[in-house]
């Protein structure tokens, strides 16, 4: 019954490797995102689809390019990791209609070694 | 876009009420307060939102200030598992649900 999902937990990769992230909500929302929480802590915002359209795109280096095949999926492809891209991301899905809560996955631990 | 003011750090007693306060003096009419919150290497989960009045849901209450420059984020009863790191967040006006997070407040419950 897990409402955001994300594959995989852990992914571990070199430097100069191409990787993918998945997301998934099973809530009905029709809004995604992308957030990236770095060894600090601190949480930003990357990207937001609603109904597969981009609505944010935040100043992000454009290795980084997000996919939402329909509405209750995010994908988040990188390319040509960097030591710095290290950190942990976070899917969320909301609902234009229902407030805009956000509902957050279990994240993925990106380590570039 | 508003900014949030929260302290770095509070403790709690177990079983007393935990009061979180942000201060969001730049709050424009028409802005949401928002709180989520984020216990350890799990994703944030949403609290509670309001935009005037005082709120209160299962979790917790919120109370905005009448000139909306503050709030309070209470939790009636706190326990061992509402440790957790605390984000006031102010949303975006607009139709696109973005939300900026700050460094938060870590609340520990002590037993």
């Known amino acids: 019954d897990t409402a955001v999902s994300q594959t995989p937990k852990y992914l571990v990769t070199q430097m100069g490797n191409d990787k993918s992230i998945k997301c998934e909500q099973n809530?009905?929302?029709?809004?995604m995102y992308w957030y990236k929480q770095d060894s600090k802590k601190f949480l930003k915002i990357m990207f937001s689809y609603n109904n597969k359209e981009l609505i944010i795109n935040e100043t992000v280096p454009n290795r980084f390019s997000p996919k939402s095949p329909d509405k209750a999926h995010l994908n988040l492809h990188i390319n040509s990791l960097e030591l710095g891209d290290s950190a942990v991301y976070f899917c969320a899905s909301s609902s234009r209609t229902g407030g805009y809560e956000q509902y957050f996955g279990p994240g993925t631990r990106l380590t570039v070694t | 876009d508003a900014k949030t003011t929260q302290p770095p750090s509070m403790d709690c007693a177990e079983g007393r009420a935990a009061n979180l306060p942000c201060n969001h003096s730049?709050?424009?009419?028409?802005?949401?307060v928002y709180w989520y919150r984020q216990i350890h290497s799990q994703g944030p989960q949403y609290i509670i939102h309001?935009?005037?009045n005082n709120e209160t849901n299962e979790m917790a209450s919120l109370i905005i200030t009448e000139d909306r420059k503050s709030s309070t984020l209470i939790l009636p009863h706190a326990t061992l598992r509402d440790t957790a790191v605390y984000y006031c967040?102010?949303?975006?006006?607009?139709?696109?649900?973005?939300?900026?997070f700050g460094q938060g407040t870590t609340l520990q419950v002590k037993p």
């Open positions: 730049t709050i424009s009419g028409n802005e949401y």
């Open positions: 967040i102010v949303r975006v006006a607009g139709n696109t649900g973005k939300l900026i």
């Open positions: 809530l009905g929302h029709d809004t």
């Open positions: 309001g935009l005037k």
